[in-house]
């Protein structure tokens, strides 16, 4: 892949990221956390697996991290481990319906909530937000994902 396409794919990760900085501030009144930037990282990991490997992943989360000052490595082992459970899976997925992928990816960003609160802040450790996020997530999956798949047919 170009490096003008792995820039656009690392713009719209953190623009998602940007997004869920924005919206979460007002949806944890709500016990809510939303997950656009990893949800749109794991639709281009599923959408063209042969272009992002475990290398471009890990480079994607390093970038992530910094770009955001978190703790460096978490997005990094995280946007890895994605990559490589997806790329295990990819030709499964593909005979998936929209619910069962939903499920899926929503479990997954739920699993990188989980880990956010459980290393980074354990004060804050609520399975009300787990429940809540697993279930919007998993709706915010199917506009991602159909966002996303107009975005790349015509961009790429």
Known sequence: MKFKNHLIVLSTIIFGFLLDN?????????????????????????????????????????????????????NMLFFVATSYIIHLYVFRFRIFSYFQLSVFFSGSSTFYIACKYLLLSPNNYSYLVLILSFVV?????????????AFRRRIF
């Open 22 to 74: 924005y919206l979460n501030q007002f949806t944890i009144k709500f016990f809510l956390e939303l997950n656009f930037g990893f949800l749109i990282f794991s639709y281009w990991v599923f959408a063209i697996p042969e272009k992002i490997q475990s290398l471009a992943a890990m480079l994607y989360g390093l970038a992530v991290d910094l770009f955001f000052s978190n703790a460096i490595g978490f």
């Open 137 to 149: 997530n998993a709706i915010l999956w199917v506009g991602v994902y159909l966002m996303m798949r």
